[in-house]
């Protein structure tokens, strides 16, 4: 074995992957495995997919990066048709989803320090929530385990309980700047925000003169059934936050606004050396066009009705899963089993999937998954189960 020179920042199993198809990964010595982490919500075309694969050849071919001086042509039509699907004004472009939340803080920071009110800078955030690791969505992420060797993390920021609409008004004052939510939380163990709580959190927000926003980084682009997971909450954010599956496995992240918020930021305010380049802008656009014109969008209901009618099968046949979780192909099931071990051993008969929060494990599948690899991969879950 070759030195190991990788910081030691992952529990990582033991394998190493080297190309991969469609819903299926390949390792080093050829074994195949379903994969149903999708690079954690990343994949949703799933792998090699060959729009992915011809927006990449033919942009890198022609330019890969002019800077933010100038112009380019595939940021500015990535921008128009997110804009054309949702309910908002105006994108900015950076590389990932914590980039995005980054961005998110500063137009409600800036957002705030324009009012008359004095230090209304106070960004209200959930208990259990995930947001990033950089200094300042780790600062509004709500789990202990993330926090804790980080201090002290930026200031002006205030936990409530999520879904808590009394613990939200308690908390809510003109001093707040912005609320930010995942409509489900991903990481924090598919939870799925009530449509009352984001309704309060919405009012909340008018009344005080403050951004609500919306972290759709693992729930947006689709996996919910809607392009973007407000659709499904009847609750107009704001600002969203996507990332992961917009570029389809390649990096790239987006803060979307209305005219509202985007006024805050002028030229000088925020940057990115490599947002919104002509590669992956170019790659964003073909993998939301293939979401929308593609109909993979729309065939998401059907799927995950499918997928939760079997699983509630297996929950009825075994005792291991107390509940299954969800929207759209954002699915989870609750098991009162070691999800560590649990994940291990669906691993060890070659299906992927991932823990999430306190004994979920997360069910991630490309968008264009079929039936037919949905049923593949419930029949290993179901072996799995059946062991236990
Ligand atoms: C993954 C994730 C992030 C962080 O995205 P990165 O690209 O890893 O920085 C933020 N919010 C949510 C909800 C996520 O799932």
Known sequence: ????????????????????????????VGQEYMDFVSGVAVNCLGHSHPAIINAITTQSSKLMQSSNYYWNTPHKLLAKKLIDNCDHDKVFFCNSGTEAIEAALKIARKYGSLKNTKDKNVLIYMDESFHGRTMGSLSVTGQEKYQKDFRPLIGGTQKVKFNDVEELKKNFNDKVCAVIVEPIQGEGGINIATIEFLKAARDLCDKYDALLIFDEVQCG????????????????????????????????????????????????????????????????????TELLDGGVIEKIDDKSAYMKERLLKIKEKYGVIDEIKGIGLLIGIKINADTKEFCKSCFDKKLLVIAAGNNVVRLLPPLNVTKGEIDEALDILERVISEI
Request: hydrophobic letters at 40%; proline letters at 4%; one cysteine or more.
């Open 221 to 288: 682009m689709g996996r919910l059934g809607s392009l973007f997971a407000y659709k499904k909450f009847s609750v107009i954010p704001d600002v969203i936050c996507i990332a992961k599956a917009l570029g389809g496995g390649f990096p790239i992240g987006a803060t979307i606004t209305n005219v509202k918020a985007s006024a805050a930021f002028v030229p000088g305010d925020h940057g990115s050396t490599f947002g919104g380049n002509p590669l992956a802008c170019a790659v964003g656009e073909a993998v939301l």
């Open 1 to 28: 074995m070759e030195e190991n020179c990788v910081m030691n920042t992952y529990g990582r199993y033991d394998v190493t992957f080297e190309k991969g198809l469609g819903c299926k990964i390949y390792d080093s």
